[in-house]
């Protein structure tokens, strides 16, 4: 049974940096199109972050460009995401998820067949 699981997360104040990262198992990792998505309360999900499966093609929301950046590692079976210059605005909980073969070139939740529990990230003013 594939699982993906985040790492990391946690509380900082406005301007810290925050690295989470993500691994899967029950998968070959490096088939698979990794992405960062976010949910505040009372607000949508987001498409944070995505890196191909091919690691060739890295999307990131114009609301973390500059200021977030994305790995992955296919020996290691982990995607990180490391977090600069956090706003309160960044305060959600992010989720892992993992999308067959996906290129991040059609960025869409319902992509993504499997999906992590979430971890929270909470930036005091």
């Known amino acids: 049974q594939a699982q993906v699981l985040e790492h990391g997360g946690g509380k900082v104040q406005a301007g810290a940096s925050l690295r989470l990262s993500c691994t899967t198992s029950?998968?070959?990792?490096?088939?698979?199109?990794m992405a960062w998505f976010r949910q505040a309360p009372g607000k949508e999900r987001e498409g944070v972050s995505c890196i191909a499966w091919s690691g060739d093609y890295i999307y990131l929301s114009d609301s973390v460009k500059g200021r977030f950046t994305v790995s992955r590692d296919d020996i290691k079976n982990t995607m990180s995401m490391r977090m600069d210059s956090l706003k309160p605005e960044d305060t959600a909980m992010y989720f892992c998820?993992?999308?067959?073969?996906?290129?991040?070139?059609?960025?869409?939740?319902?992509?993504?067949?499997?999906w992590g529990q979430g971890n929270q990230v909470t930036v005091s003013p």
């Open positions: 029950g998968l070959t990792f490096e088939d698979y199109g």
């Open positions: 998820a993992a999308h067959y073969k996906g290129n991040c070139k059609t960025f869409e939740a319902g992509l993504f067949e499997y």
